[in-house]
């Protein structure tokens, strides 16, 4: 059974205040398909993406989200993720002292102990070879991984590092928040290419993006622009088109009316 | 009327008198000038009151929960000569590989188990038990103990270190001589009661030396003090690296003198772990006495449950050119209770000296506390000295992160805890002792 994504009329902001950041978000994400979500800065895309993934710095006042069937809401960050949640961070935090390896490691082992309390994890030579391919496949320097996680990481290779966690964690759904920024041309190629040779039916993508051109790699099934909080628009991958042609102009003046500033 | 638990309102001293000393000094058939080092010690012991809490380096350290009755009476005293399979495996793994130049195991202050590769003893290098080396080598310990680094004028501790000391090492190193391979002492306190180990490390020029000390003893029921003294002599042009490794019981009070003294160009990296004990209040002071001399202190230190630590370190800039650099890590949880003090300080128009010093604090309770107190003291205008100490607890950002790859939150507490320590485990130069300070910060962290 795919393991949609569901999410219905939430509201959320930031733990403690009480204006709401998200103003009633409806969207639905089957695994196989690829949707684009645009908008402007400050209009809520990065904070959706963390309420969904369950950082605990939000708060949830209305709405549900379901994923293949579960509430989420019920699920902790790591819960969300062994259901096959991703989420590729605009700002990945560094992590003092934790190497590359030792965290996916860590994280692959999280997860085949969560299937069998009794499994003693993926064996060394065998986590090794399979990190190798994989930042092999992302043209990373193997001695990435014997690097604190982020610590000194240009943007650029944070970025990387983000999609070889999406290619060794392999989830349902991901979202990746502005991945493509802050990449050069070729760096952009190798990770779209990334996501695309990971793209097939059992891989639902929600690509947060401001750009076209990673849009012309990661072709989109559907666009959509979230203003104030809110979905306002979707449609198909012309609509990013129209959006690259002539910024948020149109979208503000429709809805703002909609959305009070 | 509420029944209110008090400490003892005036300090008790440990029940030792200068007969214990005579009787130690005569069952070690000591030379005459050490008998005497221990009687001089002695008179300035008695001379000086037991420290309190009214004295500004004791400020913040209350050891009135000792029962000196348990903890002070000479644990060498008592029993039978111990066996060396009380001691951990891992206690005595050599350092690396299969490999060590040396090793020096004292269980109870009794010298038990002794070995010295020809290898290294035919460069010239001499490694024993102290009191051997008073003997052999007396001109040179008659010259050295407690003459330079640490002295029993330091203070109560250090004089009751110089009228008591129970037991000890002597490295030498003579000029222009490598010790290729490290050397390292145990020392395993099974008793309760007081031992007073010492270690006297002389580095000439030009020479060096890797040595490692573990002090270690297993759970026990009473109390026991463990009253010591470090002294690192690092010549002109000379490297030491030094690694000192603390785990005693939970009864034990440690109460610890520390003094590396270094010459012209010379360089010493200085390692220290401070894991165990009820409480221990340490004195390390690193004096760079010769121009271009270098020294690297490093300490890690985890208190848990009721514990106190009590560091203070002293970087003395005593010639120009001189450098330092300083970096503590440590971690409190439960109710435990940290003290790291520091200060750089220069002689008058010290030049181009460059002293660095940082102690990061992470909290890992509410209940905990943990004090970091900088301090510099320069008198020269070419210089480039900074210190700080810094406090954080486990940032939820970094927590969220971490689960959000599906690590469960106990297990990005640990990633995070081990991590914060990394960078100094890492300064730690083998890999099985790495291991095993590894270990024990997790055990502490899941306790
Ligand atoms: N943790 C937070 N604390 C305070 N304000 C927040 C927090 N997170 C988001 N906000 C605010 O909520 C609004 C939406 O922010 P969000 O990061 O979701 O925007 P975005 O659409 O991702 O923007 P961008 O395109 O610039 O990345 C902004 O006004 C932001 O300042
Ligand atoms: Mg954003």
């Given at each position: 059974?795919?393991?949609?994504?569901?999410?219905?009329?939430?509201?959320?902001?930031?733990?403690?205040e009480?204006d709401?950041?998200?103003?009633?978000?409806d969207?639905?994400?089957?695994?196989?398909?690829?949707?684009?979500l645009?908008?402007?800065n400050?209009?809520?895309?990065?904070?959706?993406?963390?309420?969904?993934?369950?950082?605990?710095?939000?708060?949830v006042?209305?709405g549900?989200i379901f994923f293949?069937?579960?509430?989420?809401?019920?699920?902790?960050?790591d819960?969300?993720?062994?259901?096959?949640?991703?989420?590729?961070?605009?700002?990945?935090?560094?992590?003092?002292?934790?190497?590359?390896?030792?965290?996916l490691?860590?994280?692959?082992?999280?997860?085949?102990?969560?299937?069998?309390p009794?499994?003693?994890g993926?064996?060394?030579?065998?986590?090794?070879?399979?990190?190798?391919?994989?930042?092999?496949?992302?043209?990373?320097?193997?001695?990435?991984?014997?690097?604190?996680?982020?610590?000194?990481?240009?943007?650029?290779?944070?970025?990387?590092?983000?999609?070889?966690?999406?290619?060794?964690?392999e989830?349902?759904?991901?979202?990746?928040?502005?991945?493509?920024?802050?990449?050069?041309?070729?760096?952009?190629r190798?990770?779209?290419?990334?996501?695309?040779?990971?793209?097939?039916?059992?891989?639902?993508?929600?690509?947060i993006?401001?750009?076209?051109?990673?849009?012309?790699h990661?072709?989109?099934?559907f666009?959509?622009?979230?203003?104030?909080?809110?979905?306002?628009?979707?449609?198909?991958?012309?609509?990013?088109?129209?959006?690259?042609?002539?910024?948020?102009?149109?979208?503000?003046?429709?809805?703002?009316?909609?959305?009070?500033? | 009327?509420?029944?209110?638990?008090?400490?003892?309102?005036?300090?008790?001293?440990?029940?030792?008198?200068?007969e214990?000393?005579?009787?130690?000094s005569?069952?070690?058939?000591?030379?005459?000038?050490?008998?005497?080092?221990?009687?001089?010690?002695?008179?300035?012991?008695?001379?000086?009151?037991?420290?309190?809490?009214?004295?500004?380096?004791?400020?913040?350290?209350?050891?009135?929960?000792?029962?000196?009755?348990?903890?002070?009476?000479?644990?060498?005293?008592?029993?039978?000569?111990?066996?060396?399979?009380?001691?951990?495996?891992?206690?005595?793994?050599?350092?690396?590989?299969?490999?060590?130049?040396?090793?020096?195991?004292?269980?109870?202050?009794?010298?038990?188990?002794?070995?010295f590769?020809?290898?290294l003893?035919?460069?010239?290098?001499y490694?024993?038990?102290?009191?051997q080396?008073?003997?052999?080598?007396?001109?040179?310990?008659?010259?050295?103990?407690?003459?330079?680094a640490?002295?029993?004028?330091?203070?109560?501790?250090?004089?009751?270190?110089?009228?008591?000391?129970?037991h000890?090492?002597?490295?030498?190193?003579?000029?222009?001589?490598?010790?290729?391979?490290?050397l390292?002492?145990?020392?395993?306190?099974?008793?309760?009661?007081?031992?007073?180990?010492?270690?006297?490390?002389i580095?000439?020029?030009?020479?060096?030396?890797?040595?490692?000390?573990d002090?270690?003893?297993p759970?026990?029921?009473?109390?026991?003090?463990y009253?010591?003294?470090?002294?690192?002599?690092?010549?002109?042009?000379?490297?030491?690296?030094?690694?000192?490794?603390?785990?005693?019981?939970?009864?034990?009070?440690?109460?610890?003198?520390?003094?590396?003294?270094?010459?012209?160009?010379?360089?010493?990296?200085?390692?220290?772990?401070?894991m165990?004990?009820?409480?221990t209040k340490?004195?390390?002071?690193?004096?760079?006495?010769?121009?271009?001399?270098?020294g690297?202190?490093?300490?890690?230190?985890?208190?848990?449950?009721?514990?106190?630590?009590?560091?203070?370190?002293?970087?003395?800039?005593?010639?120009?050119?001189?450098?330092?650099?300083?970096?503590f890590?440590?971690?409190?949880?439960?109710?435990?209770?940290?003290?790291w003090?520091?200060m750089?300080?220069?002689?008058?128009?010290?030049?181009?000296?460059?002293?660095?010093?940082?102690?990061?604090?992470?909290?890992?309770?509410?209940?905990?506390?943990?004090?970091?107190?900088?301090?510099?003291?320069?008198?020269a205008?070419d210089?480039?000295c900074?210190?700080?100490?810094?406090?954080?607890?486990?940032?939820?950002?970094?927590?969220?992160?971490l689960?959000?790859?599906?690590?469960?939150?106990?297990?990005?507490?640990?990633?995070?805890i081990?991590?914060?320590?990394?960078?100094?485990?890492?300064?730690?130069?083998?890999?099985?002792?790495?291991?095993?300070?590894?270990?024990?910060?997790?055990?502490?962290?899941?306790?």
């Amino acid at each position: 059974m795919g393991a949609t994504l569901e999410i219905r009329n939430l509201w959320a902001g930031v733990e403690g205040e009480e204006d709401a950041i998200l103003r009633g978000v409806d969207l639905t994400i089957q695994q196989g398909e690829v949707h684009a979500l645009m908008g402007p800065n400050g209009s809520g895309k990065s904070t959706l993406a963390n309420v969904l993934m369950g950082n605990p710095a939000y708060e949830v006042t209305e709405g549900e989200i379901f994923f293949g069937g579960e509430d989420l809401m019920e699920m902790e960050a790591d819960e969300r993720s062994r259901a096959g949640l991703f989420l590729a961070f605009q700002y990945p935090v560094a992590i003092p002292g934790v190497t590359v390896a030792n965290f996916l490691r860590q994280a692959l082992n999280a997860r085949l102990k969560a299937e069998d309390p009794e499994s003693k994890g993926i064996s060394v030579p065998q986590f090794v070879r399979l990190l190798q391919g994989k930042m092999s496949q992302l043209k990373m320097d193997h001695n990435f991984a014997g690097r604190y996680l982020n610590e000194g990481f240009s943007g650029g290779e944070k970025k990387r590092a983000e999609i070889l966690q999406l290619a060794t964690l392999e989830p349902k759904i991901a979202i990746l928040d502005e991945t493509d920024s802050g990449l050069d041309i070729d760096a952009l190629r190798v990770v779209a290419e990334g996501v695309e040779s990971l793209k097939g039916p059992e891989l639902g993508v929600l690509v947060i993006t401001h750009y076209q051109r990673i849009l012309n790699h990661v072709a989109p099934d559907f666009v959509h622009v979230m203003y104030g909080g809110v979905i306002v628009e979707s449609g198909g991958p012309e609509l990013a088109l129209r959006l690259e042609d002539e910024g948020y102009d149109w979208v503000r003046e429709k809805h703002e009316i909609a959305v009070p500033a | 009327m509420a029944r209110v638990r008090r400490r003892q309102a005036t300090l008790a001293a440990p029940p030792v008198s200068e007969e214990d000393l005579r009787q130690l000094s005569a069952r070690n058939n000591e030379p005459a000038w050490l008998l005497n080092h221990r009687l001089e010690s002695w008179e300035i012991y008695e001379s000086l009151p037991m420290p309190t809490l009214q004295d500004e380096e004791w400020r913040r350290t209350d050891y009135r929960h000792i029962r000196w009755e348990e903890a002070g009476p000479l644990a060498t005293q008592n029993g039978a000569r111990p066996a060396i399979d009380v001691i951990p495996k891992e206690n005595l793994a050599p350092l690396i590989g299969e490999e060590q130049g040396g090793l020096l195991v004292f269980v109870d202050g009794e010298l038990i188990r002794y070995e010295f590769g020809d290898a290294l003893a035919q460069q010239g290098i001499y490694f024993a038990e102290l009191q051997q080396a008073s003997q052999e080598r007396s001109e040179l310990v008659q010259r050295y103990f407690m003459q330079k680094a640490v002295l029993p004028t330091d203070g109560k501790f250090a004089a009751l270190h110089g009228a008591l000391w129970t037991h000890g090492v002597f490295l030498y190193v003579p000029p222009h001589v490598v010790a290729e391979l490290p050397l390292h002492v145990v020392n395993y306190v099974t008793k309760p009661g007081a031992t007073l180990g010492h270690v006297l490390v002389i580095v000439e020029e030009n020479a060096q030396a890797t040595l490692l000390v573990d002090y270690a003893s297993p759970p026990g029921e009473k109390q026991a003090a463990y009253i010591g003294a470090t002294e690192l002599i690092v010549g002109d042009a000379a490297n030491l690296r030094y690694v000192a490794l603390q785990d005693w019981n939970r009864q034990t009070f440690e109460f610890s003198h520390q003094r590396a003294r270094v010459g012209r160009e010379g360089q010493l990296d200085w390692i220290v772990g401070t894991m165990g004990t009820q409480l221990t209040k340490a004195h390390l002071e690193l004096e760079l006495d010769g121009r271009g001399a270098n020294g690297r202190m490093s300490g890690f230190f985890f208190a848990d449950d009721d514990q106190h630590f009590d560091l203070d370190t002293q970087q003395n800039h005593n010639a120009p050119l001189t450098s330092t650099d300083l970096l503590f890590k440590g971690a409190a949880k439960d109710v435990a209770r940290t003290v790291w003090q520091g200060m750089i300080k220069s002689l008058p128009n010290m030049q181009k000296i460059d002293g660095y010093q940082v102690c990061r604090n992470l909290l890992l309770s509410k209940d905990a506390r943990m004090d970091g107190i900088p301090g510099l003291e320069i008198e020269a205008d070419d210089v480039a000295c900074s210190h700080a100490a810094t406090f954080g607890t486990l940032e939820e950002e970094l927590m969220f992160y971490l689960m959000s790859r599906g690590i469960t939150r106990p297990q990005a507490q640990l990633m995070l805890i081990d991590g914060f320590f990394d960078e100094l485990l890492q300064r730690v130069p083998f890999a099985r002792v790495r291991d095993r300070l590894q270990e024990a910060i997790e055990a502490k962290i899941l306790s």
